[in-house]
């Protein structure tokens, strides 16, 4: 489960890709498939949440990893590593590695 919090021994890949509205959903299709099948199976994986912009121009993958050095394994596994390059094959990508600094709720 994902746990957005300041304090955590954890790494956020955020990675946000353009793409035109009539390929969103496939390339929805493919993260959800990509996690489910292979990406939750890899060392140091902690959770993925995909989401789609409303005008149907992006989608935004917010991944947690254990450490960045596990995120760089899984790119370098030939089983997970067609994933991402399907996924830029469909759209745009602009991908960085972030800690969390600050977080707020009404609650």
Request: contains cysteine.
């Amino acid at each position: 489960m994902t746990r957005i919090a300041t304090g955590q021994d954890i790494v956020t890949l955020a990675n946000v890709f353009t793409i035109a509205p009539d390929r969103q959903q496939a390339l929805v299709d493919l993260l959800v498939a990509a996690t489910e099948q292979t990406m939750c199976h890899q060392p140091g994986y902690v959770s993925a949440n995909i989401h789609r912009s409303l005008d149907g121009t992006k989608v935004v993958n917010y991944a947690q990893w254990r450490r960045a050095e596990d995120l760089e394994a899984m790119l370098a596994n030939p089983e997970a590593g067609s994933h991402p390059q399907e996924a830029n094959e469909l759209a745009r990508s602009e991908a960085g590695l972030y800690e969390v600094v600050f977080t707020h709720s009404s609650s």
